[in-house]
């Protein structure tokens, strides 16, 4: 079987994409399928200088992938599989390539640019999925999404495409170990913290808002690689003073997992995630999540642990279902790791996958 696999957000981290690739390709290689990720020669080979070129765009980069992509397959008549992972990324041209020999598969994530009000996004992100999105899913042969409401949202705007849908859930991780003490704040101050990439969908200003209203009684740490606007940087600066926030940038995967594992909570503000997989990762490490309902993440949260809020709640609201969550989870622990041992892991979504690659 050969697989090859779009590069886009995945030869570079960390992102959600490059998690969710890397703890694929990894399970997918205990199953006997190797997917070679294409515009990944790290300097070796005459077309990298063009791939290092057109790397940052949702539209070139399969470009270049694809032309990579047709060497490989031009001595080999046996079909090919083209998968790109990240929402849109199938090429717009394929040139002098028989497709009868290739098959093209698309996951989508999420359709978020789409959908959040403007300014919350990007808006080169919104008019390239909007842009993109069609055309890669008229292309493909079949559409994976990581979560049935993914597959909704996709069904609600774009008609005729239900046969090609296939949902196939990210894994979580293997239950790790919560630590017993930890450095830093008293324990009697409740740790929260949240994890993302700093667009004003993930509401980070809202994070920060909820440390200042708990006005002690929670210390947050807030894992990102920036943040947006001076009113947020003028906050956090004041929470930094105060001794109610730590702000980390770029931790290791083994750093990360030691956050995780020091908090009491897990806090998913953002307004719309299309799996959350910052939310699974935590609860797989012994810790409930307090999130904003009414998307994916839906789906990730523990019933018997978790708390859900409604986009409108305020910091007060926040405040009160943090320390409610807090004190049940006390009691409710157990609840939690029994929960997350019936979840898919990665390797039950590698199984999925190769099974669908072997039906095309």
């Known amino acids: 079987m050969n697989v090859f696999w779009d590069s886009y957000g995945i030869v570079r981290g960390p992102s959600g994409i490059f998690v969710h690739a890397m703890e694929l390709k990894g399970a997918l290689s205990t199953k006997g399928v190797e997917a070679s990720v294409l515009g990944s020669t790290n300097g070796q080979g005459p077309f990298n200088f063009f791939h290092k070129l057109g790397a940052k765009s949702k539209a070139l980069s399969p470009l270049f992938d694809f ?87 996709i069904l609600e705007r774009y008609c005729g495409i239900e046969k090609k849908i296939h949902v196939i859930p990210n894994g979580f991780p293997t239950q790790a170990p919560k630590a017993l003490s930890s450095e830093g704040p008293e324990r009697a101050v409740i740790r929260v913290a949240t994890v993302g990439r700093s667009e004003k969908y993930k509401r980070h200003d809202l994070f920060l808002q909820i440390l200042a209203a708990a006005k002690g009684r929670v210390f947050g740490t807030l894992v990102t690689s920036s943040l947006l606007d001076e009113a947020e940087k003028q906050l956090a600066s004041q929470l930094l003073t105060k001794g109610w926030l730590q702000i980390i940038q770029g931790p290791t995967r083994a750093e990360l997992e030691n956050i995780y594992r020091q ?18 990762e935590a609860q797989a490490s012994g810790v ?42 006390s009691q409710d622990s157990q609840k939690l790791e029994t929960w997350v041992a019936t979840r898919p892991s990665w390797n039950d979504a590698a199984i999925q996958l190769k099974t669908l690659y072997n039906s095309l």
């Not at 908090?263 to 699974?280: N, R």
């Not at 986009?311 to 989870?329: G, L, N, Y």
Request: aromatic letters at 8%.
């Open 67 to 153: 032309c990579e992509f047709s060497r490989h397959i031009s001595a080999n008549t046996s079909p090919a599989i083209y998968h790109g992972l990240s929402n849109t990324n199938l090429p717009l041209w394929t040139g002098s390539v028989p497709l009868e020999r290739v098959r093209f598969v698309l996951t989508v994530h999420d359709l978020i640019p789409l959908m959040v009000q403007p300014g919350w996004v990007s808006r080169a992100s919104r008019m390239q999925m909007a842009a993109l999105l069609p055309r890669a899913l008229a292309r493909a042969d079949v559409v994976v999404c990581v979560s049935h409401w993914t597959k909704n949202t």
């Open 263 to 280: 908090q009491d909570v897990y806090l998913q503000p953002s307004v719309l995630e299309g799996f959350c997989l910052p939310a699974a």
């Open 288 to 329: 409930p999540v307090v999130y904003t309902k009414g998307s994916g993440i839906d789906e990730v949260v523990c019933p018997h642990t978790g708390t859900s809020l409604d986009a409108t709640s305020d910091a007060s609201a926040w405040v009160a279902a943090i320390e409610m969550t807090s004190q049940r989870f």
